[in-house]
């Protein structure tokens, strides 16, 4: 059996970024299309994390076998994935409600 690499999954990059601002935390964002499979349904596999001082205090994921979810702070909750523009917003959303904009 061929054992498939990450790269094979990848179709195209639909956005990626990444930001060091001036007090040192990070914003990583990556949202990739993928070939639907049982992990990746919607065919979409992404990462949006804001990071200081190594943590992570808000990440939204759906790392293969991990379904669609969140963390926030040291809580993760599920979540429910509609679409890449409302994935970003959310992700926004949840970064206002720690003070934090990006």
Same mark, same amino acid.
């Given at each position: 059996?061929?054992?498939?690499? $990450? ?9 990626? %970024?990444? *930001?060091? +601002?001036?007090?040192? /935390? ?28 190594? $943590? ?9 076998? %991990?379904? *669609?979810? +969140?963390?926030?702070? /040291? ?28």
């Amino acid at each position: 059996m061929k054992k498939e690499t $990450k790269e094979s999954f990848v179709i195209q990059d639909i956005f990626s %970024h990444k *930001h060091i +601002k001036d007090n040192g /935390d990070i914003v990583d964002i990556k949202i990739q299309e993928v070939r639907k499979t049982r992990q990746y349904q919607e065919g979409v596999r992404y990462s949006l994390a804001y990071v200081r001082d190594g $943590k992570n205090l808000v990440r939204y994921d759906n790392y293969m076998g %991990h379904g *669609h979810h +969140k963390h926030i702070k /040291d809580k993760r909750k599920n979540y429910e994935f509609k679409d890449e523009w409302q994935l970003i917003s959310d992700f926004e959303e949840d970064l206002l409600k720690l003070g934090i904009k990006l």
